[in-house]
C-alpha cells in the first residue's frame, strides 16, 4: 500500500505541473487563439531564472517564486509584442510554427550554454524534511508543491470567472472588436494575458526546480503530455484544465502502480478515447 | 438614382451645435470599397437616421466612425476633434457608444456582467436604478447568461449597457430588427426618453415607420454616398422619393 499512495502523491505532484502549465495553455488559446508550443520552453526558462537568482543574485527560493514569474512574464509580453501579434487572425498553424520555432531556439541557446545535465537547485530550508501521515511518509516540499498549485490554479480560476478584469478577458475571446470598441484597450489587454500565462508556466518551473532539477529540455519533456491534457479538458477551459490536470497526474500516477507499462501512454490513450466521443474535450464548448 | 446636393452640403439640423462632422468619408473592407465618400453632419441633442436597402453602407458608416473598420479616409471630426485616426477604444473614450445590429451579447458572460462590462468613460452615464426603471424587464434576469434572453431583452441589455458609461453620443444600429411591435413600441420610447435626457442618436433603420416617431432628421444611404436628407417635417413630402430609395 505504501508504494500505491507513493504513486498517487507523484501523480499528484506531475498533476500540479500538468493543471499549472495547461491553464496557462489555456488562458492563451482562449485570448490569443494560439497554440503555445513555447510553453515548456518558458517553462524551462522560470526554473532557470530562479538558478540564476539564487546563483547569481543570491535571491532565495520565496523571491525566485515572485520574480521569476515577473521576469518571464515580461519576456513572454515581449515575444507577444514583437512576433505573435502579427498572427491575429490567422490559421493556427502559424501561431502553432512559430512558438514552436521559438522553442527551438530557446532550448537550443540554453543547451548551448549548460549542456543536457541538469543543474542542482536545493529545496529550502523551511520545507525540508518530512511527515509521516501513518499511511505513507510524505516529503514536506512535495505537499507544498501541491497545495501551492491548487491554489494559484483556484485563484486564476477565481480571476477569470469571478472578476470584472475576468469578464473582459472573456468577452474579449467571444468579440473582441467590440470588447475595444466599448473603450478597453483589447491589445494590451491580451499582451497581459499572454504574460499571464508565461508567468503561470514560469511559476511550474520555479515549484520543479528542487524536484526535477533545472534541464534545458525540462519543458520539451513536458510539454506534450500537456498539450494532451489541454485537448482532454477542452481546449480554452480554464476549470476544465485544472480539473483535467490533476486528474491525470493521479491516473498516471495509479498506471504506475497497477499496470507500469502503460504509464507513459495512458494519457495518449485517453486523449484518443475523448476525442473520439467528445471531440471539443470534456469541458469544452463546441465553436 | 439622382444625386442631389445633399452629398456636398449635409442638411441643417435645427438643434444644438454640431457635435459629429463627417467629410468624404470612404471604407473599405479588404478589397472592396463600400464607402464612396460620405457626408453628413449630427447636431447635439439629435436623433438622425440612416435609411437606405440592404448593403447600402449604412452600417459600415458606423462602423467607420467607431474605428472598426481598418481602412478608412476623409475626416471624421466629433466635438471638433478628429478621430479618423484614432483606435476604436479611444474613440469610446471621447464619448462615442456603439450597439450592434447583432447587438453583441456575450454568452460567457451572465446580463449582470454584460450590463457592467464597458467601462464608465466619462462622468453623466445613467445609474443603474434609472437603467432598470427603462428597462425592468433586466432587473429580474440580471442572473441569467446574456443569451438567453428574448430578442427583445437582448435588445434592451445591448442598450442599456451601453447608457451607464457617460458616452453622449449613440450610435444604435438597426435597433429593431426582428423584433415583435410591442418591443419596437417599447424601444421608440426609450429612444425618445433618452433623447429627453440630452443624449445624441445617429440611428440606422430599415423601418422608415419606426424612425419617423423617433427622429428628428434622415439621411437617405445608396451605393456607399449620402444621396438625399430631410428632416422630420419635411417627410411627408419625401414619401414617394423615400419609396423609390428604399424599394418599399
Not at chain 1, 25 to 30: C, M, Y
Not at chain 1, 89 to 110: E, K, N, P, R, S
Not at chain 2, 38 to 53: H, K, P, S, W
Not at chain 2, 230 to 245: G, Q, R, V, W
Request: with cysteine; aromatic share 10%; net charge neutral.
Amino acid at each position: 500500500m505504501q508504494a500505491l499512495y507513493a504513486q498517487l502523491l507523484v501523480g499528484l505532484i506531475n498533476g500540479s505541473f500538468y493543471a499549472l502549465l495547461s491553464l496557462g495553455l489555456a488562458v492563451i488559446f482562449g485570448m490569443l487563439n494560439i497554440i503555445n508550443f513555447a510553453h515548456g520552453a518558458l517553462y524551462m526558462m522560470g526554473a532557470f531564472c530562479a538558478y540564476f537568482l539564487l546563483n547569481l543574485g543570491g535571491i532565495n527560493y520565496w523571491w525566485a517564486l515572485v520574480l521569476a514569474p515577473i521576469i518571464v512574464g515580461i519576456f513572454g509580453m515581449i515575444l507577444e509584442r514583437t512576433m505573435l501579434q502579427w498572427l491575429a487572425g490567422l490559421d493556427h498553424l502559424y501561431g502553432l510554427l512559430l512558438t514552436f520555432g521559438i522553442a527551438l531556439i530557446v532550448q537550443g541557446v540554453f543547451q548551448n550554454y549548460f549542456g543536457s545535465s541538469g543543474l542542482p537547485y536545493a529545496i529550502p530550508d523551511q520545507l525540508r524534511g518530512g511527515m509521516n501521515l501513518g499511511f505513507m511518509f510524505l516529503p514536506v516540499y512535495r505537499g507544498w508543491v501541491v497545495v501551492f498549485s491548487l491554489v494559484v490554479c483556484l485563484a486564476t480560476w477565481f480571476l477569470i470567472e469571478k472578476t470584472r478584469l475576468g469578464a473582459y478577458l472573456r468577452a474579449a475571446t467571444e468579440n473582441p472588436t467590440l470588447v475595444r470598441a466599448f473603450g478597453i484597450n483589447v491589445p494590451r489587454m491580451i499582451t497581459l494575458t499572454y504574460g499571464l500565462g508565461v508567468g503561470l508556466a514560469a511559476l511550474a518551473g520555479v515549484l520543479s526546480a528542487p524536484i526535477n532539477q533545472v534541464r534545458p529540455l525540462m519543458g520539451a519533456d513536458l510539454i506534450i503530455v500537456v498539450f494532451a491534457v489541454v485537448v482532454i479538458g477542452g481546449m480554452g477551459s480554464i476549470m476544465g484544465s485544472i480539473i483535467t490536470g490533476f486528474a491525470l497526474g493521479v491516473i498516471e500516477g495509479l498506471t504506475k502502480y497497477f499496470y507500469p507499462e502503460a504509464s507513459n501512454t495512458v494519457v495518449f490513450v485517453l486523449m484518443v478515447l475523448v476525442l473520439l466521443v467528445k471531440p471539443t474535450g470534456l469541458t469544452g464548448r463546441a465553436a | 438614382m439622382p444625386e442631389t446636393a445633399m452629398a456636398e452640403a449635409p442638411a441643417k439640423a435645427a438643434t444644438g451645435g454640431n457635435i459629429l462632422q463627417v467629410r468624404n468619408l470612404e471604407a473599405w473592407y479588404g478589397e472592396s470599397h463600400i464607402l464612396h465618400g460620405i457626408n453628413f453632419d449630427v447636431n447635439a441633442g439629435e436623433v438622425v437616421t440612416l435609411l437606405g436597402r440592404n448593403g447600402a453602407g449604412k452600417t459600415t458608416t458606423l462602423k467607420s466612425i467607431m474605428g472598426i473598420i481598418g481602412k478608412r479616409a476623409g475626416s471624421i471630426k466629433f466635438n471638433n476633434q478628429e478621430i479618423i485616426r484614432a483606435t476604436s477604444d479611444k474613440i469610446a473614450r471621447m464619448g462615442i457608444a456603439f450597439c450592434p445590429e447583432e447587438r453583441g451579447i456575450f454568452s460567457s458572460l451572465d446580463v449582470r456582467e454584460n450590463l457592467l462590462l464597458p467601462p464608465v468613460v466619462r462622468a453623466g452615464g445613467l445609474p443603474l436604478e434609472q437603467i432598470f426603471d427603462l428597462f425592468p424587464n433586466l432587473k429580474e434576469r440580471l442572473g441569467s447568461q446574456g443569451t438567453k434572453l428574448s430578442g427583445g431583452e437582448q435588445q434592451m441589455l445591448a442598450i442599456a449597457r451601453i447608457l451607464r458609461t457617460g458616452a453622449s453620443f449613440l450610435m444604435l444600429d438597426e435597433p429593431t430588427e426582428g423584433l415583435a411591435p410591442v418591443i419596437i413600441q417599447q424601444i421608440g420610447h426609450t429612444i425618445a426618453r433618452l433623447k429627453k435626457e440630452g443624449f445624441t442618436i445617429l440611428l440606422v433603420e430599415q423601418n422608415f415607420r419606426f424612425a419617423s416617431t423617433v427622429a428628428d432628421r434622415y439621411y437617405v444611404v445608396e451605393h456607399g454616398k449620402i444621396i438625399d436628407g430631410f428632416s422630420n417635417a419635411e417627410l411627408a413630402a419625401n414619401m414617394d422619393k423615400l419609396h423609390t430609395y428604399l424599394g418599399v
